[in-house]
């Protein structure tokens, strides 16, 4: 097969529904769980949509790289680079919580072009291809049009490799968990990215992410016409340490200053 240079946007989004049927057929089964550390689970369907993936993006693209969460880096010789996050939210799937997705982003020149973050539990499949507008299931999206804090809803992760960072985040949770509609904390980044990319959520806040969490979501919110930066306010983002604001366009001033004044 002769590679061709770009992927196609309804290629990868065929791809993330079979991978979530995957998931989804195999959701009230029993799992066999492994432990990637203390409490970090990983299960048999984590693989199993990651080696189809994998495989797609291999058969078609061989010469790209790719960086998936159970496999890590896989080096090919082109500039582009896959990030997959095969089912994110796998604790909440490993205990039968239908919120966990399938995320799938491609990099072309330095940066994400294409991202696609499809939940198999509601049928919800949110995409974005740079320049062209962010959709859910085809009709196009936009972040709210909250202004106000305390007419905001929020959503965050915590760390645990950093318990300075943890204490940082639980000090600017209760915060804002007192003072807006609400925190939520969901256990699935890329789902509750989208979700500030349609309005479902105004604003998501993290520290200390994987690339693979972001690369497709962050996207798609800058596609719907939602602010992405990191946490001091900067939009050279995506990079370690992957700490990373996400929100609707008219609370980002108040977000970033509250993030340096709760330190």
């Known amino acids: 097969?002769?590679?061709?240079?770009?992927?196609?946007?309804?290629?990868?989004?065929?791809?993330?529904?079979?991978?979530?049927?995957?998931?989804?057929?195999?959701f009230h089964s029993a799992?066999?769980?492994?432990?990637?550390?203390?409490?970090?689970?990983?299960?048999?369907?984590?693989?199993?949509?990651?080696?189809?993936l994998v495989g797609e993006i291999r058969r078609w693209f061989p010469s790209h790289s790719?960086?998936?969460?159970?496999s890590g880096s896989l080096n090919g010789g082109s500039g582009d680079c896959w990030y997959i996050d095969p089912l994110d939210g796998t604790i909440n799937y490993a205990h039968r919580i239908p919120i966990y997705v399938i995320s799938i982003a491609w990099q072309h020149a330095g940066k994400i072009q294409l991202g696609v973050v499809y939940d198999p539990s509601s049928d919800e499949c949110y995409f974005a291809e740079r320049g062209k507008g962010a959709y859910l299931n085809s009709k196009p999206?936009?972040?709210?049009?909250?202004?106000?804090?305390?007419?905001?809803?929020?959503?965050?992760?915590?760390?645990r490799r950093d318990s300075n960072l943890y204490e940082r985040n639980l000090h600017v949770f209760n915060?804002?968990?007192?003072?807006?509609?609400?925190?939520?904390?969901?256990g699935c980044?890329?789902?509750?990215?989208?979700?500030?990319?349609?309005g479902k959520l105004d604003a998501y806040w993290f520290q200390n992410m994987n690339a693979w969490d972001i690369a497709a979501a962050m996207l798609i919110v800058e596609e719907a016409g939602g602010k992405v930066t990191s946490l001091t306010g900067s939009r050279d983002y995506f990079k370690p340490p992957y700490s990373v604001l996400a929100c609707a366009p008219g609370i980002q001033a108040q977000m970033l200053e509250l993030f340096r004044e709760l330190k």
Request: hydrophobic residues 35%; negative net charge.
């Open 175 to 186: 915060f804002l968990n007192r003072s807006t509609q609400g925190v939520r904390r969901m």
């Open 66 to 70: 790719i960086l998936t969460e159970e």
């Open 31 to 52: 799992h066999d769980l492994g432990y990637k550390g203390s409490t970090d689970l990983v299960t048999e369907v984590d693989h199993q949509c990651e080696e189809y």
């Open 189 to 198: 980044a890329a789902l509750e990215t989208c979700y500030v990319a349609c």
């Open 1 to 26: 097969m002769t590679e061709i240079t770009k992927p196609e946007l309804a290629q990868v989004i065929e791809w993330a529904k079979f991978a979530g049927a995957i998931a989804r057929q195999r």
């Open 141 to 159: 999206i936009h972040p709210s049009t909250v202004t106000e804090l305390e007419k905001s809803l929020h959503a965050t992760a915590f760390t």
